[in-house]
T-cell receptor, first 108, second 111 residues
Framework: LAKITQPISMDSYEGQEVNITCSHN???????ITWYQQFPSQGPRFIIQ???TKVTNEVASLFIPADRKSSTLSLPRVSLSDTAVYYC?????????FGPGTRLSVLP | GAGVSQSPSNKVTEKGKDVELRCDPI?????LYWYRQSLGQGLEFLIY????????KSGLPSDRFSAERTGGSVSTLTIQRTQQEDSAVYLC?????????FGSGTRLTVV
């Protein structure tokens, strides 16, 4: 499975849009990209999943370019409660690999 | 149940003792993973069960660690002769196809 890199940390202010980019250079044809959110003392929670182009749900958007070697999680108008670690994950339906996680701090 | 259940939620044990951690996956999910997360660190893969196939044990850090999954459902992670470096949160996830659901984890503290 793909080797994954993502920024270790990011800071933002309330109300701003936050974009977190994940690199997965050797992603395979069958791989999907999933993002998880983790709060302290809790297990990771599914946010969004995509294969290519753009996916949007009620909490986030996921942008995947044509070569699929990267993906960007977009969180619109973040609030203090969005402070968490965000993990990029690549999976092929049987196996998955987590990125190292990006610690997002939302400041007032 | 509606989600992945792990027990106990917290476990404090003395160095050298054995511990068992339990995971109840979502009913019908054939895939089950164990991960470990040390304080402030990312997720470290331990072991993977898929249906009746032989488990992928490539992430187990030493032969003190073992896991089994009975009847394709409940899984138990056993750590023998615990060491202080085993202190971490142990997370279980189950899934069917794409997308996984995680439990809240067991926080293990070895003193």
């Amino acid at each position: 499975l793909a080797k994954i890199t993502q920024p270790i940390s990011m800071d933002s202010y309330e109300g701003q849009e936050v974009n977190i980019t994940c690199s997965h250079n050797n992603i395979a044809t069958n791989d999907y990209i999933t993002w998880y959110q983790q709060f302290p003392s809790q297990g990771p929670r599914f946010i969004i999943q995509g294969y290519k182009t753009k996916v949007t749900n009620e909490v986030a958007s996921l942008f995947i370019p044509a070569d699929r070697k990267s993906s960007t999680l977009s969180l619109p108008r973040v609030s203090l409660s969005d402070t968490a670690v965000y993990y990029c994950l690549v999976e092929d339906g049987q196996n998955f690999v987590f990125g190292p996680g990006t610690r997002l701090s939302v400041l007032p | 149940g509606a989600g992945v259940s792990q027990s106990p939620s917290n476990k404090v044990t003395e160095k050298g003792k054995d511990v068992e951690l339990r995971c109840d996956p979502i009913s019908g999910h054939t895939a089950l993973y164990w991960y470990r997360q040390s304080l402030g660190q990312g997720l470290e893969f331990l072991i993977y069960f898929q249906g009746n196939s032989a488990p992928d044990k490539s992430g187990l850090p030493s032969d003190r660690f073992s896991a089994e999954r009975t009847g394709g459902s409940v899984s138990t992670l056993t750590i023998q002769r615990t060491q202080q470096e085993d202190s971490a949160v142990y997370l279980c996830a189950s899934g069917e196809g794409y997308g996984y659901t995680f439990g809240s984890g067991t926080r293990l503290t070895v003193v």
